[in-house]
């Protein structure tokens, strides 16, 4: 089969109009096996095939990128990139999109060999036509280069050959097509720095790092929505949050938290710079990120008393993410009477408000009340029971009736709720003196879909491995849970069938 391939390709150097043995060849080479494709393909001479991409017919283009889409899939990158670089090169500039995108598909397989990106770093005319394909309006094409320019970086070779030729001129060409070629561009400049300290340096002594950070402290409100999210990015790696300190970034943002009261487009940008400073604290240590900046912390309270959906889930969001570790817990607790008026707020939310928000709003909950045993001190099982109580006049039931909604994702965050607290003593209590709740544990025709089975496996998994069960639930039901687990999420009880005489 290969070798009709081989004779087809051929042929085809020598016509004119090559439709029906392009035909052929797509037909035979879909019945060819990849293996015995790699055997051959080296052999064959591909340029027909990319000259035919250059005639402007549609279906001759759609049969020459199918052909060569699996033709080069079989070839060795190494080869690819001594071979074919000239063929490629044309391919990031053709007008049809599917041939740019088989172009960078390949390229990024050269791109990922060690033995072939030396070839592709020698070559700045491929280089700047992959910078180019950024600023197409095709996204796929432009993730696509940035992924490839991104991967390019990760050596010592490529940085230098991105940020100290021509090619960094390319970059801030591009950069000026519009606005989101910009933030593009942006985005594969804070994948770069997120990489390595040394990475960085290369980006910020090109000055494009510089630029967006004067554009997130800039005057226009849209642009600073944009580029907070870029910097958080940046800001997940220990060396990219020394870089904004040193900067004074993290000082310039909170700033601008203060002055957000008196601009009535804050909402615009509010949810990201808050957003900002959750992963910062998750990140860093959660008391000194609340102590230094405290009008973080009084922002986040603020904004769960907000009418606007948007604050309100970026608030809840954000006391997730803090009181998700116990030194971010403690933070909270300091906060006092105050804290537990926001959890009534949160606690209403997760009751009244939109399926999405009550989703937020319980995932909230359960990193807040999640205790790991090593960590279970006396102090800090009261302060997770104090915080259940101050959710509901009746907790338990609120969050038993959300998971009865007829919402798997709604049932299945109230499980991770009941998970949550499953392992801690005052709430094993709680369940078994609830009327009905063991058995809506054990019960296993409540779940439906399999993502609820899993859920309430989970639910099962900590309440049976829990230290304390078999003394609060008693024996019969903790030997129910442990026969519940070794079950499985999915079992399925046989349905027993009786003979009955004289049935047919």
Not at 91 to 111: A, C, E, F, N, Y
Not at 198 to 214: F, H, K, P
Not at 382 to 387: G, I, K, L, P, T
Not at 432 to 454: L, N, T
Request: charged letters at 20%; hydrophobic letters at 40%; glycine letters at 4%.
């Amino acid at each position: 089969m290969a070798v009709q391939a081989l004779a087809l390709l051929r042929e085809m150097s020598r016509l004119e109009a090559p439709l029906e043995e392009l035909r052929a060849l797509h037909s035979v080479l879909q019945a060819v096996p990849l293996s015995e494709l790699r055997e051959q393909v080296a052999e064959m001479h591909l340029g027909p095939l990319f000259s035919l991409l250059n005639q402007n017919h549609r279906e001759q283009t759609a049969l020459c990128v199918s052909i060569l889409e699996r033709l080069l899939q079989a070839m060795e990158p190494v080869h690819m990139a001594r071979n074919l670089q000239v063929d490629l090169q044309r391919g990031l500039t053709h007008p049809d999109d599917s041939v740019k995108i088989l172009t960078l598909s390949q390229v990024g397989r050269i791109i990922e060999n060690s033995d072939a990106i030396t070839e592709i770093l020698n070559n700045s005319e491929l280089l700047k036509q992959i910078i180019y394909c950024i600023g197409g309006e095709n996204l796929s094409i432009a993730k696509a280069a940035i992924r490839s320019l991104s991967r390019v970086s990760l050596t010592q070779a490529g940085l230098e050959a991105l940020f100290e030729s021509n090619l960094l001129d390319d970059l801030k060409s591009v950069m000026k097509t519009n606005d989101v070629v910009r933030y593009r561009v942006y985005e594969l400049i804070v994948e770069i720095s997120s990489v390595s300290p040394e990475s960085l340096n290369y980006c910020t002594t090109s000055g494009l790092v510089t630029q967006l950070l004067r554009e997130l402290t800039g005057e226009d409100v849209l642009v600073r929505a944009t580029c907070v999210e870029m910097v958080t990015s940046l800001a997940y790696t220990h060396h990219g949050r020394q870089y904004l300190a040193q900067e004074g970034v993290i000082d310039q943002i909170s700033n601008i938290i203060v002055g957000a009261d008196s601009d009535p487009f804050s909402s615009f940008y509010l949810p990201g710079f808050v957003k900002f400073f959750g992963n910062l604290a998750s990140m860093d240590s959660p008391q000194q990120i609340c102590e230094r900046y405290p009008v973080f912390v009084e922002k986040v309270f603020e904004m769960t008393e907000s009418q606007d959906p948007t604050m309100i889930g970026v608030a809840v969001d954000t006391i997730g993410i803090l009181g998700s570790s116990v030194e971010g817990k403690q933070v909270l607790q300091k906060t006092g009477t105050r804290f537990e008026r926001l959890l009534m707020r949160i606690g209403h939310q997760a009751k009244n408000a939109s399926t999405e928000l009550k989703i937020r709003c319980l995932d909230a909950i359960s990193s807040l009340l999640y205790l790991p045993p090593e960590q279970q001190t006396d102090d800090l099982l009261r302060m997770a029971e104090s915080w259940f109580s101050s959710l509901s006049r009746n907790p338990l039931e609120l969050f038993r009736g959300i998971s009865n909604q007829p919402f798997p994702e709604l049932h299945c965050a109230a499980l991770k709720v009941f998970t949550a607290i499953a392992n801690q003593p005052w709430a094993q209590k709680l369940m078994f003196h609830s009327p009905g709740f063991v058995e809506y544990v054990v019960d296993r025709s409540v779940e439906h879909d399999k993502a609820s089975k899993d859920a309430k496996y989970e639910l099962v998994k900590a309440l049976a491995n829990s230290k304390t069960i078999a003394e609060i639930f008693g024996n019969p039901n903790y030997l129910r849970l442990r026969t519940y687990l070794s079950e499985g999420p999915y079992y399925v009880k046989p349905i027993s069938t009786t003979a009955v005489e004289g049935g047919e």
